[in-house]
T-cell receptor
Framework: RKEVEQDPGPFNVPEGATVAFNCTYSNSASQSFFWYRQDCRKEPKLLMSVYSSGNEDGRFTAQLNRASQYISLLIRDSKLSDSATYLC???????????FGTGTRLKVLA | NAGVMQNPRHLVRRRGQEARLRCSPVKGHSHVYWYRQLPEEGLKFMVYLQKENIIDESGMPKERFSAEFPKEGPSILRIQQVVRGDSAAYFCASMRGDRGLQETQYFGPGTRLLVL
């Protein structure tokens, strides 16, 4: 079983739609969680950190469920510019090395 | 405020040659990570360094690959005797390392290595 698993997609949604991604992780001792966004042939860029209490940044909401070992990302009112690959990241204890999921591709259609 | 810088951005090597990838972290960051991304795959951790020390190299192949982060100058990822399977994007990330669990890593633009 992979340490971090994501549905690769692609998720094709119309502009204005709400879309949600889940990501599961296998190590119950994982401590930090993030969503990064990666555009084609570019570097990953931090979208948001994921806190136990959940957090929201504009149209984006992230949730963490430690009991079920998954994190989620909700995007409301999708824009064309949201088209990208969304990477789920979990860090191991101690070294903070990132363990990436393979990413979920989102295409927002006009 | 310069972000993480990597050079070269593109590197072409023939099989058997050496590839040398450089990474300059964000000013003030003393933690550097290297990741590799194969086409259509996610990023995979290779090595974690602090100034003059390798902290974790568990993701780096034991042969042909080495990394360093000297007291002065950029971090270097060195691949000797490259093979076609080394063709990938290599991303460097940096972090200050003193702000707790939710501290994030900042990624450079990557070096795309093509081995002919």
């Amino acid at each position: 079983r992979k340490e971090v698993e994501q549905d690769p997609g692609p998720f094709n949604v119309p502009e204005g739609a709400t879309v949600a991604f889940n990501c599961t992780y296998s190590n119950s001792a994982s401590q930090s969680f993030f969503w990064y966004r990666q555009d084609c042939r570019k570097e990953p860029k931090l979208l948001m950190s994921v806190y136990s209490s959940g957090n929201e940044d504009g149209r984006f909401t992230a949730q963490l469920n430690r009991a079920s070992q998954y994190i989620s990302l909700l995007i409301r009112d999708s824009k064309l510019s949201d088209s990208a690959t969304y990477l789920c990241v979990v860090t191991s204890t101690g070294t903070y090395k990132y363990i990436f999921g393979t990413g979920t591709r989102l295409k927002v259609l006009a | 405020n310069a972000g993480v810088m990597q050079n070269p951005r593109h590197l072409v090597r023939r099989r058997g040659q050496e590839a040398r990838l450089r990474c300059s972290p964000v000013k003030g960051h003393s933690h550097v990570y290297w990741y590799r991304q194969l086409p259509e795959e996610g990023l995979k951790f290779m090595v974690y360094l602090q100034k003059e020390n390798i902290i974790d190299e568990s993701g780096m192949p034991k042969e042909r690959f080495s990394a360093e982060f000297p007291k002065e100058g950029p971090s270097i990822l060195r691949i000797q005797q490259v093979v076609r399977g080394d063709s990938a994007a290599y991303f460097c990330a940096s972090m200050r390392g003193d702000r707790g669990l939710q501290e994030t890593q900042y990624f450079g633009p990557g070096t795309r290595l093509l081995v002919l």
